[in-house]
């Protein structure tokens, strides 16, 4: 039924409270759950709702991101008919360089927008973690004879649930779930019906509204496009129900992971009847020497340990000398910790080696960061 | 018109694999699973790859849906260019008349048409039960460099076990002067590993001679080796110093895979230049919990582990309860494992369901095997050495 949704995913997110998560690499490409990328969540929600056409737009160092999607051809995308867009920065005459909010971006896919066959536009942010189908939300859209339809959870005062952005939209909506007022969030844990920057309208609706908005010098799709208009169209929600987080801080980053090892949320992430699919690499299976203490933690593939890791994660190709312990740690790729090191709440990137002996320790709200290909 | 191949390789996957018993009950043997993600045919379509052999086909006979399914169209080894593939070649009807492959060379013989089309210098002809990493261009380059009609691999095997073997004795030059199968005194210890080059046109020729020789057995060890021997034709032996493991009975399965446990195994599974390719599932991380405990083992993706393993390879997507202990065992594909169950020395296929409290296997070391889709009900006991028929349900 999906044939005719295409989707649109605004991977050009800036974010500096990633800090040098993000140095080489935009927000959709950072490494996550010990063997995906965030975008995958997303990417593979499309594609278990049957959309076979999706556009992903990019803005800023988008070289790691193209590796990782490279034909599309592991999100079984690389077709005949339809597949992977990858839309890079596209600069016009009346709009040279101008790159101020996501508007401009998404004036930049006119062409892809233009050429698309599909009707409708699932457009999504690639920063949510979380694993759904859109059938459901694209049934009521249409029963409701809506105009746009947006993604929300609820988050009650207190709830852990959603690490939430400031630019999240929390809306008020009337009993028939249509949204009559929207407001941005004003704190990053303030409870009410959280906005999940995914939305479905329909493609000659968001070209009109984006031709009108950057028409008169707008950027930003959520002030100009969604909040301007919430009274004069028809805007309805949509309730995802189950775990859910989104990726726009170090600490956000640091407990999506660290989320990933209470077995509720895997059942909710992993082990639904819908899979996240992700790059495919040639690992062989993770090796555990006879001094290998592992507890409570998530292992990928191609991994070798000999010491004690708890409550960790450690993507593929990490190798664990005896000797280390690593607790509370992410460590990304191909990294090597070395005999008698000791790391708590370190997140170490992509290729990074760990001298024998070091001690490194940070807190959740701050995790130490080492950067990738780093000899510490 | 496809283009011409200098060498085309010819995979033999029809054995039915019948000393692996209730591995092979629903399945061709190639397809065992091995190593904790990889099957016994990922080897032999890893190495074409790894030494630029692009056209592969694979000769399937015996219950093949689960081998035809698993090569698809050879994407996992990258044989799936432009100009290349894997190709699954069942026989088929010629004609009026359609025949089973009535040996390893009648195979080749009932493809001929198919090698035809690549016309090719050269075919490389594998067997698909041996666990190995080797660059077929070394072979090559020896074939070529020997100016010779057939090129045989052999291994050194300990001499006393030489006379389980087809030997090959050689000259100083390596050249074949005499095959002996399975010689009750053996001259020498090199053994044929099963793995021929032959230059195509002379081969073409023999395969033609024996499918018209009704005497014939129509294999290539006791019928076409033996042969072209005797004509007199230039045959070499190639000396493979790598390692490898035939895997053709529980024991030798069980023994190769345990020894992937060791420290700086023989066989390399790690190794950048010689990766092995395989089918990849959409599995995630696997995860050890409070109460896993996990030493000198091997854990695929997708296991969730919260008992006790010790020497063992898991599988992708194996669920081990708490309390459990399994030790010096094989457990493949999504098989699942309930609380405070013990497993002893034994091999279980895939998706076998164990519920609570079952013991499975004994200390006397010898081997359990449990044939894939087994229900194993709570409490039930699993003698030491038994094999159970695939699609049991035991209580």
């Known amino acids: 039924m999906q044939r005719d949704v295409f989707g649109l995913i605004y991977a050009g997110e800036e974010n500096l409270r990633l800090g040098e998560l993000i140095n080489k690499r935009n927000v959709a490409a950072l490494p996550i759950a010990g063997r995906y990328r965030i975008l995958d969540f997303v990417l593979s929600n499309m594609v278990n709702s049957n959309i076979r056409n999706i556009g992903i737009i990019t803005k800023r160092n988008y070289q790691s991101l193209m590796d990782h999607l490279d034909s599309g051809k592991d999100w079984d995308l690389s077709r005949k008919r339809d597949g992977l867009f990858i839309l890079p920065p596209y600069d016009t005459v009346e709009n040279s360089a101008v790159h101020e909010g996501m508007l401009d971006s998404l004036a930049g896919a006119g062409a892809y927008l233009r050429k698309v066959p599909q009707e409708y536009c699932l457009y999504s942010a690639s920063s949510l973690i979380y694993n759904a189908t859109y059938n459901e939300m694209f049934r009521q859209h249409i029963e409701r004879n809506a105009d746009i339809t947006i993604l929300y959870c609820k988050r009650s005062a207190g709830s852990s649930r959603c690490v939430s952005n400031f630019s999240n939209l929390s809306m008020e909506m009337d009993e028939n779930e249509r949204v009559r007022n929207a407001h941005f969030c004003t704190s990053r844990d303030e409870p009410g019906l959280i906005g999940l920057e995914c939305m479905l309208i329909k493609k000659d609706l968001l070209k009109y509204l984006l031709d009108n908005a950057v028409a008169r010098n707008k950027h930003n799709l959520i002030q100009d496009v969604i909040l301007e208009n919430i009274n004069r169209l028809h805007v309805y929600g949509y309730e995802y129900t189950g775990y859910v987080s989104k990726i726009d801080c170090v600490a956000g980053y640091y407990k999506a992971n660290m989320d990933m090892l209470l077995p509720e949320v895997q059942k909710d992430l992993f082990y639904q009847s819908n899979s996240i699919y992700t790059k495919t690499k040639d690992e062989a299976p993770a090796k555990y020497g006879s001094q290998a203490e592992v507890h409570n933690s998530l292992i990928a593939s191609g991994c070798k340990i000999e010491g004690k890791v708890e409550d960790s994660i450690l993507f593929r190709g990490v190798y664990v000398a005896p000797g280390v312990t690593l607790k509370n740690c992410i460590v990304m790729q191909d990294s090597q910790i070395y005999e008698n090191a000791s790391l708590n709440k370190v997140i170490l990137d992509k290729n990074v080696s760990i001298r024998p002996g070091s001690v490194l320790a940070g807190n959740e709200q701050y995790p130490f960061i080492i950067p990738k290909g780093a000899i510490a | ?395």
């Not at chain 2, 169209?73 to 069942?90: E, I």
């Not at chain 2, 080796?225 to 230039?234: F, V």
Request: proline share 4%.
């Open chain 2, 1 to 395: 018109m496809v283009g011409k191949k200098k060498c085309v390789a010819m995979l033999l996957a029809g054995g039915q694999g019948s000393r692996l018993y209730a591995l092979t009950q629903k399945r061709a043997k190639p397809a065992v699973e091995f190593g904790g993600k990889y099957r016994i045919i990922d080897f032999p379509l890893s190495n074409c790859t790894n030494s630029g052999i692009d056209t592969v086909g694979v000769l399937t006979q015996y219950e093949p849906l689960e081998l035809n399914a698993y090569i698809g169209n050879g994407a996992p080894w990258d044989l799936d260019g432009m100009n290349s593939g894997a190709y699954v070649l069942p026989p088929y009807v010629k004609g009026k008349k359609g025949e089973w492959y009535a040996g390893t060379a009648n195979a080749i013989y009932q493809n001929i048409n198919f090698i035809d089309r690549y016309n090719p210098d050269y075919v490389l002809v594998l067997s698909g039960d041996q666990i190995y990493k080797m660059d077929y261009n070394d072979m090559l380059r020896v074939h070529q460099d020997n100016n010779a009609d057939a090129t045989i691999a052999v291994i050194e095997v300990p001499m006393k076990e030489a006379s389980r073997f087809g030997i090959m004795n050689t000259d100083a030059e390596m050249r074949i002067v005499e095959f002996e199968e399975k010689p009750q005194n053996p001259k020498s210890n090199t053994a044929s590993m099963g793995i021929y080059i032959f230059s195509w046109a002379k081969m073409r020729d023999y395969l033609i001679a024996d499918a018209n020789d009704e005497t014939s057995e129509k294999d290539f060890g006791k019928n076409i080796i033996p042969k072209m021997l005797e004509n007199g034709e230039r045959m070499f032996a190639y000396l493979f110093e790598g390692c490898w493991r035939d895997v053709g009975t529980i024991d030798s399965l069980w023994e190769a895979n345990m020894e992937l446990l060791g420290e700086n195994p023989a066989l390399n599974l790690d190794d950048d230049d010689m990766r092995i390719y395989t089918r990849n599932y959409t599995n995630p991380a696997h995860f050890i919990s409070d109460t896993g405990i996990v030493h000198n083992s091997i854990v695929s993706d997708g296991c969730v582990i919260e008992g006790e393993v010790e020497h063992c390879v898991l599988h992708d997507g194996v669920r081990i309860g708490k309390g459990t202990k399994i030790k010096d065992s094989i457990i493949m594909s999504n098989t699942i494992i309930g609380e405070n169950c013990e497993i002893n020395k034994a091999i279980l296929d895939g998706d076998i369901r164990v519920w609570d409290n079952a013991v499975i296997g004994g200390q006397e070391g010898k081997i359990t095997v449990l044939g894939s889709g087994t229900v194993v009900g709570k409490g039930a006991t699993i003698e030491e050495g038994a094999m159970i028929a695939p699609d049991q349900k035991i209580d």
